[in-house]
């Protein structure tokens, strides 16, 4: 069992944890992911580590209420315990070498973002961030990013923070504006990631996307993970899940994501409706 | 006198057309009467061409002498001194080309049912003995095993019994391995491998869930700082192979590894797990191995109306055990043989981008093939018959052709070398790999196999890590 030491709720829809697991903590760098269990008999899910405190032995997590699982894990409190926590799994983000980064997070993703940010900033890469989200109430680690960026760039889809648009389009201009980066590491949605990719491909800006797949174990075994990387079949648990973005078959990865929407809705109500009888 | 029954006494067993149905277990044993008459069957030969068929080197005419006389807990004993896991052998081993090939009595009939009697020791054990295991006193060594499934759980018990204190990594979050994860409930109940764990734990074994060696901790780390003197790498098979066929990436396609995990290991044939799978429809399992009946008969169960093996070969080279395929046949799942898929079709609604079918399987198109010459195993070659290309209309297809060794401890570990295969190299009389002190067997060396050759390896790897370490 692994102890929830500290919860906080970063939106509406998204919360963040710190779980007491020292083992991961010990060796879990940015870009890669765990695996938990909320309780017994629960599913299996990923997610990508947000931070890490190697003293303390904790680890970040922050996650989207986006179906069953996470709304049960969103009724976890301080102090409570989760089942299973298993990690740190996949390879960490390559950033040996970076001296000039652009960052493109959206939405929740920008949780998975922010330690890769942090790291690059930590060792004298120069980091501009672009970070987007639907709205206002939906913004997150804003003054985490300010202090991990050379520059900052906050977008909304509807204005009422930052700048109105998409992500896509700070970085197209910077791009048509000579900006060269090493690398664009973008994580958020998939349509978000795709559209990244279409954006820097006409630059040939190198771009590294963070593939976040439905997955069971984790550790290769499954294959439920498997990505078309440049027409060869990938397994984002042992091979990312960090990809060259201008090799992923994103519209694939796109229809796979959805394959069991019908029941994860249903299994979202369920959760629910079952937490509501209980209050 | 001996019983000169030509036959077995059979196997009782749920109807074909009921079990179809549930995830009980199939045959659900002999009772005490059946299994002495069987025992009577054993001519007792003093040669004991049996035990030399047994990679674990049971001694099966003695445990069969015992329940002649009724004294089935000794029979246990005596099979428990060989084999760690005895109520799981006698339910999946292959008895056939193993202990049971070389009885006298299938030179003329069918040989003693061993697999059924040891079955039917160790359940009775189970059920009726009440004593705990006396833990062995510890002679100070401390030995990590990784992975809890038969090479490591048989391992850990050898090594226990001597004394080491030993200490099982085990990367999901339940012990057991391809036991829980692969083999299905109607075939080995999870009760009865939650059982031979329980009875290491008693042993002193301590089991570790949660973590995954070569990333939580590397095999360096256990025995540089955590003062294991020796690992044996029990890691199983890994990442599963796919076709590299146009149309795997479909909604709807399956490694069996992935199928069988979310069904066992994850429960999804309970309709309240939270874990969801691709139920009913028309389901094609791909292979021919155990692996894939267990599937095919999964996917039955799950509610399928109709499931086809697909398999590039004839019955005469399909690889899974007989009585498997057997009870395949006659739960009504239908053998597409020397057929092989080339293309797995997907639904496109070229008018709605956004509709939900749009990805999902609806066919496979396979051909036909024949039989040429035998390959250097000896298998005749499958070849395709040029233009004989057909299509079944399908709504699940699950790959089930076999893994490929997993890379997460060959990447983290320095000086543990592999074969051309990614299977990590040893003596094959000790276990021994390349680095000093490390010790591997089961499918992390070999590739896929069966339960009980790697319980063969875990056996043979205590053997000399004791040898090691008693220098």
């Known amino acids: 069992m692994f102890e929830i030491v500290n919860k906080k709720e970063l939106n509406p829809t998204v919360t963040m944890m710190d779980i007491k697991a020292p083992l991961v903590a010990k060796k879990a760098q940015a870009g890669q992911f765990i695996i938990l269990r909320v309780d017994e008999d629960g599913e299996r899910i990923p997610l990508t580590v947000a931070g890490y405190d190697r003293e303390e032995g904790t680890v970040k997590i922050i996650f989207q209420i986006v179906g069953g699982t996470t709304e049960r894990l969103n009724h976890k409190q301080k102090g409570d315990f989760i089942q299973d926590f298993v990690g740190p799994l996949g390879k960490e983000t390559d950033v040996e070498g970076l001296k000039k980064v652009c960052i493109v997070g959206g939405g929740v993703g920008c949780a998975i973002a922010l330690p890769v940010a942090q790291r690059l900033h930590k060792m004298g890469c120069e980091v501009h961030s672009i970070i987007g989200f639907r709205n206002k109430d939906l913004l997150i680690l804003e003054d985490e990013f300010k202090e991990a960026s050379d520059k900052l760039t906050i977008m909304t889809d509807d204005g009422s923070y930052g700048e109105k648009g998409l992500v896509t389009e700070p970085l197209k201009e910077a791009l048509e504006n000579g900006e060269k980066y090493d690398e664009v590491i973008t994580i958020g949605p998939l349509i978000m990631m795709k559209f990244v990719v279409a954006t820097t491909k006409p630059f040939d800006q190198k771009t590294t996307v963070s593939m976040n797949p439905i997955m069971i174990d984790g550790t290769g075994m499954c294959g439920g993970c498997r990505l078309t990387v440049g027409g060869e079949t990938k397994f984002a648990c042992v091979d990312g899940p960090d990809f060259d973005g201008f090799l992923v078959d994103f519209d694939e990865a796109m229809t796979r994501s959805v394959m069991y929407k019908d029941f994860e809705r249903k299994e979202h109500e369920d959760a629910c409706n079952l937490f509501k009888g209980v209050e | ?471």
């Open chain 2, 1 to 471: 006198m001996p019983n000169m029954s030509m036959t077995k006494n059979p196997m009782p067993s749920q109807e074909p057309a009921v079990r179809a149905h549930n995830f009980f277990e199939v045959a659900t044993g002999y009772s005490k009467e059946t299994a002495i008459d069987e025992a009577l069957r054993c001519l007792n030969c003093k040669n004991m061409p049996c035990v030399s068929g047994c990679p674990v080197k049971i001694h099966i005419p003695e445990f069969i002498a015992k329940i002649k006389e009724g004294e089935f807990e000794e029979a246990y004993q005596i099979i428990s001194k060989s084999s760690s896991l005895p109520a799981v052998c006698g339910r999946v081993c292959p008895q056939e080309s193993q202990c049971e090939s070389k009885c006298v009595r299938g030179i003329k009939g069918e040989p003693v049912g061993i697999g059924r009697l040891e079955r039917f020791v160790a359940d009775w054990h189970n059920e009726h003995y009440n004593g705990t295991v006396q833990k062995p006193k510890s002679n100070g060594h401390k030995v990590a095993v990784i992975g809890s499934g038969p090479s490591g759980l048989t391992c850990a018990g050898d090594l226990a019994k001597k004394g080491y204190e030993v200490t099982v990594f085990e990367a999901l979050h339940l012990a057991g391995g391809v036991l829980v994860y692969g083999i299905p409930e109607f075939r080995l109940p999870k009760k009865i491998v939650a059982k031979e764990v329980d009875t290491l734990k008693q042993l002193g074994v301590k089991v570790e869930t949660n973590v995954v060696i070569g990333k939580t901790i590397t095999i360096d780390e256990l025995m540089n700082e955590m003062g294991f003197e020796a690992v044996f790498v029990g890691s199983g098979a890994g990442l599963p192979r796919f076709m590299n066929i146009p149309g795997e990436s479909l909604k709807g396609v399956y490694s069996a590894n992935e199928f069988l995990t979310r069904s066992n290991l994850m429960k999804a044939y309970n309709d309240d797990s939270h874990t969801p799978i691709m139920k009913g429809g028309k389901v094609a399992v791909v292979g021919g191995g155990n692996v894939a009946m267990d599937a095919a008969r999964t996917a039955l169960r799950l509610g399928a109306d109709k499931v086809y093996i697909v398999y590039r070969r004839s019955m005469e080279e399909l690889p899974a055990r007989k009585e498997e395929v057997e009870h395949a046949i006659e739960e009504g799942i239908e053998f597409k043989l020397l057929n092989n898929p080339v293309k797995i079709l997907g639904y496109n609604n070229p008018d709605d981008k956004r509709d939900a079918k749009n990805g999902c399987v609806i066919g496979m198109e396979c051909v036909k093939m024949e039989l040429g010459e035998p390959d250097e195993k000896g298998r005749r070659r499958p070849i395709e018959i040029e233009g004989s290309n057909f299509t079944l209309d399908l709504d699940t297809v699950i790959m089930a052709i076999g893994t490929s060794p997993n890379p997460l401890i060959k990447s983290t570990t320095e000086g543990l070398d592999v074969n051309s295969r990614g299977g990590i190299i040893v003596e094959e009389n000790t276990g021994k790999t390349t680095k000093q002190g490390v010790y591997a067997g089961g499918d992390a060396v070999t590739g896929a196999a069966t339960v009980i050759l790697a319980m063969g390896a875990g056996k043979t790897a205590a053997d000399a890590i004791d040898e090691y370490l008693s220098k």
